[in-house]
């Protein structure tokens, strides 16, 4: 189990499956929410009023329902392992009460994403390290216009994994923990 560690739901339990996923700790999830939220008060970027966050590959749900207990309007899941669907579901349904989220059950990398009503202001990204080419991914959601010029996106990977990203980014913080890199990125202007 591992618990949300900030906003209206901090301390609350979440139920981790035991294999197919690797939890961000919440040291980590600390960082990432630090980063961004510090981020978003430079830049006077409002990050969870009427937005959506996009928690891709999401596993027990652990980052996107973590925006959801700081304030974020709407969360959208995307995972394909049918196991794993199940705990995040209990687990949005415990965390997310009234608010509103969306489990989407299919494979990112091979279907189309689907346009959110609401503007995204955070995409977490954090995918089996190593087995996917996570640039046609982000060529996707910049193709589809899901990252627009204040969506913060938030990718995961293994420090030993050499990452490109599109030119149309910029990576505006990054941060390791042991084997672990946290890219942080937005539109360049």
């Known amino acids: ?48 009023k009427k937005k959506a966050v996009l928690d891709i590959f999401a596993g027990s749900g652990s980052l996107g329902l973590e925006a959801i207990s700081r304030g974020i309007a709407e969360a959208i899941f995307y ?18 009460k009234n608010e509103k989220y969306h489990v989407i059950e299919k494979d990112v990398m ?14 977490f990204i954090d995918p ?19 990252i627009e010029d204040n969506t913060i996106m938030i990718f995961e990977t293994s420090i030993n994994h050499e990452v490109k990203f599109d030119k149309k980014l910029i990576i505006f913080n990054k941060k390791s923990f042991g084997k672990t890199s946290i890219y942080f990125l937005k539109l360049s202007t």
């Open 110 to 123: 091979v279907g189309d994403l689907e346009k959110n009503s609401l503007s995204v202001s955070i995409i």
């Open 128 to 146: 089996p390290y190593n087995k996917y080419d996570i640039s046609k991914l982000i060529n996707k959601l910049i193709i589809k216009k899901i």
């Open 1 to 48: 189990m591992i618990k949300i560690i900030g906003g209206k739901y901090k301390k609350s339990n979440l139920v981790v499956p035991k294999k197919n996923v690797r939890p961000t700790s919440s040291v980590k999830r600390e960082a990432i929410f630090s980063v961004i939220e510090s981020y978003a008060l430079k830049n006077s970027i409002n990050l969870y």
């Open 79 to 96: 995972e394909n392992n049918p196991d794993v669907v199940k705990t995040l579901i209990s687990n949005c349904t415990k965390i997310c």
